[in-house]
């Protein structure tokens, strides 16, 4: 368990270890409302880190312009961050790889 202060810490850390360079975004499936939580952190949009992209990008809104083919299996057992973040990232790769059913 950490506290607010110590996950606003931990995740300005994170955010200065990505390459300037490299277009930030964050992909969540049906994340809006966990993104709102998550923003909530920082308390109101202008105290977010500044680096912070102030949206987020919808995975199954991806899978909808790539014809919503069957997802990746989801990990088993109990619901798990770590988990659903590596589930994340494989269900982006693969649907990044179809082509597209709707131009974007």
Known sequence: WMNRLTIQH???EFLHEWDPSEPRQLWAYFGSYDFVAFCQLFGAMVD??????RHIMCLKSLAVL???PALIP????AH???ADARW???LHRYL???PWAVEP
Not at 74 to 77: I, L, R, T
């Open 10 to 12: 931990r995740v300005r």
């Open 48 to 53: 977010m880190p500044r680096a912070f992209p």
């Open 66 to 68: 790539k014809g919503d």
């Open 74 to 77: 989801k990990p088993k057992g």
């Open 80 to 82: 798990n961050a770590l």
């Open 88 to 90: 994340n990232r494989d």
């Open 96 to 98: 990044m790889d179809l």
